[in-house]
């Protein structure tokens, strides 16, 4: 297998972009990083796109198709490749690309995801994402998305002692990073009592806890490494990919507290990048609710199985903590257009990574991981990256 | 939402809450599966169907203040994950309850109920909710 690096990053902001469409965001995205990694349109061999429900959000499919037409790729007839697997849709697509590269299938890959989310209502948002569950024995039966995780917040709290205080902890630490980013759908600080007075949305969880409905895209481009200084003084290396599944309904699951595949994704990659967690210094995880991040730091390995709601309330994930969490302000503050979430994460990693991530940098960073779920923890993607 | 084929399709085992039983190693699955994810190979031929008896107790609990489709007009609601006394968790909507009443632990039932209803002369579907076991004493 061939070595793969990251030459360009680029991104929309997030947040209600009314004035752009699906397209257009997409291209946005892509553009930015084809310009930042100095290639040009003929040089790209070939497109992933992540994306997890066009169809309902925006009632068009074939997206691979779309994006490579308006990005001006037609007549050059690329393959272009849509990729689902929910909220782990943009993680997947940049798994895709990186095994194309590696493979040695392909030299140039872009990769993007873009979800369009606010052209529809929250009732039909809310019903979309649920189906990230299983639609017939949880949907069906009343559990709503963000139900499954208050379900997860309350047993973590029962058997751990995690405190509402501690979950609020993750959206007051994501909200400031938030603040530090200009692309970020949140920019404002908020303080405990602002999650805690907010209103329920799933007992024990409130709105605060909850990452929002966004548009937005973002979109890397990859080559082997040994090609990558062609482009670019810093290119960013891939130097470990995991990915791994787990039963769609939360309540099959042999542990709700913890998320296996998260713990399976993470070994494969780490394995592969020859590292442990001590090495990094960074990581974008899947904060779709505030328990979620507790659940990410205590499966990647970052803390031990409990004591994620303490670590955060003791400020160790924060930007000069042990290892910080969310530079970006994560799904919380930087916003959640699902299919692009996955690559916003990579996108980050690498800003840092490259040392150019203004007042939310975080110093010496040489090893930055990404942690991209699907549904409620039954697609998990890690990767791993290093500044070569 | 669910059609009403794709609801009926469910209905032998929402009714009756059938699963199956892995007699090569003996777990028991809600709903059926085709396969014992333990067992894999070793299960074909070896699944039979199970009733469950719909009384556990509850693993995890919330009260949903934002639904989404037609239970929009039951907020709040209760859904809580129960764990039969076969084995399974199973998730679904707690009535005939306060939330301030349930705990982790706390003994429930499955009942039959209305679980949503395709417009207001449209198909009504039904299935599992659970109920509070009370204590024979009171």
């Known amino acids: ?388 | 939402m669910a059609t009403a084929p794709r609801f009926w399709r469910q209905n032998p085992s929402r009714y009756n809450l059938i699963g199956i039983k892995c007699n090569s190693c003996g777990k028991n699955y809600f709903p059926p599966r085709a396969i014992c994810p333990v067992c894999h190979r070793k299960s074909v031929g070896k699944i039979e169907p199970l009733k469950f008896k719909g009384e556990g107790a509850i693993f995890s609990f919330s009260e949903v203040h934002e639904g989404i489709d037609e239970k929009a007009t039951l907020k709040p609601y209760l859904v809580a994950m129960v764990e039969l006394d076969e084995g399974p968790k199973i998730t679904g909507q707690v009535i005939d309850c306060d939330a301030c009443d349930l705990k982790i632990g706390a003994r429930v039932r499955t009942v039959l109920r209305k679980l949503s209803e395709e417009g207001s002369a449209g198909v009504i579907h039904y299935g599992y909710k659970f109920v509070p076991v009370r204590d024979k004493k009171e």
Not at chain 1, 122 to 148: H, P, R, V
Not at chain 1, 220 to 233: F, H, I, N
Not at chain 1, 362 to 368: L, R
Request: aromatic share 4%; hydrophobic share 45%; with cysteine.
């Open chain 1, 1 to 388: 297998m061939r070595r793969v690096a990251v030459i360009g990053v680029g991104d929309t902001k997030f947040g209600e972009l009314w004035d752009a469409s699906f397209r257009d965001i997409g291209i946005r995205a892509g553009l930015a990083a084809v310009e930042d990694a100095k290639i040009s349109a003929e040089m790209i061999d070939a497109v992933f796109v992540g994306n997890m429900s066009a169809g309902r959000f925006i009632e068009q499919e074939h997206i691979g198709a779309l994006i490579a037409d308006y990005a001006g790729l037609a007549r050059d007839h690329i393959p272009a490749t849509r990729v689902e697997a929910a909220g782990a849709s943009g993680g997947l697509a940049l798994r895709q690309g990186f095994m194309a590269v590696a493979s040695g299938l392909h030299d140039i890959v872009v990769v993007g995801g873009a979800e369009k989310m606010m052209d529809v209502s929250d009732i039909a948002s809310s019903m979309i994402q649920s189906s990230a569950s299983d639609q017939e024995w949880e949907t069906e039966l009343g559990a709503t998305f963000a139900s499954l995780h208050a379900l997860i917040a309350r047993r973590h709290m029962h058997e751990y002692g995690t405190t509402r205080e501690q979950l609020a902890d993750v959206a007051v630490k994501n909200h400031k990073n938030g603040s530090l980013n200009p692309k970020a759908q949140f920019q404002r600080e908020i303080n405990r009592d602002v999650v805690l007075r907010s209103p329920l949305v799933a007992d024990p969880l409130r709105v605060f806890d909850c990452s929002p409905s966004s548009d937005g895209a973002a979109a890397v481009v990859l080559c082997p490494l040994d090609d990558a200084k062609k482009y670019v003084e810093t290119p960013v290396e891939i130097i470990g990919s995991g990915q791994a599944s787990d039963t769609l309904a939360l309540h099959h699951r042999r542990d709700i507290l913890t998320m296996d595949a998260t713990r399976i994704a993470a070994k494969k990659a780490f394995k592969r990048a020859g590292l442990e967690q001590k090495d990094v210094q960074l990581a974008e995880v899947h904060d779709n609710f505030t328990i979620s991040e507790i659940l990410a730091i205590e499966d990647l390995g970052f803390f031990k199985k409990g004591e994620g709601g303490k670590a955060t309330e003791d400020g160790r994930t924060a930007l000069d903590g042990e290892i910080a969490i969310n530079t970006s302000g994560g799904l919380k503050a930087r916003g959640d257009p699902i299919g692009a979430t996955g690559l916003a994460q990579a996108v980050e990693v690498v800003t840092q990574l490259r040392g150019v991530a203004g007042k939310r940098q975080v110093k010496d960073a040489s090893v930055g991981l990404t942690h991209n779920v699907g549904g409620t923890g039954a697609t998990v993607i890690v990767h791993i990256f290093r500044r070569s």
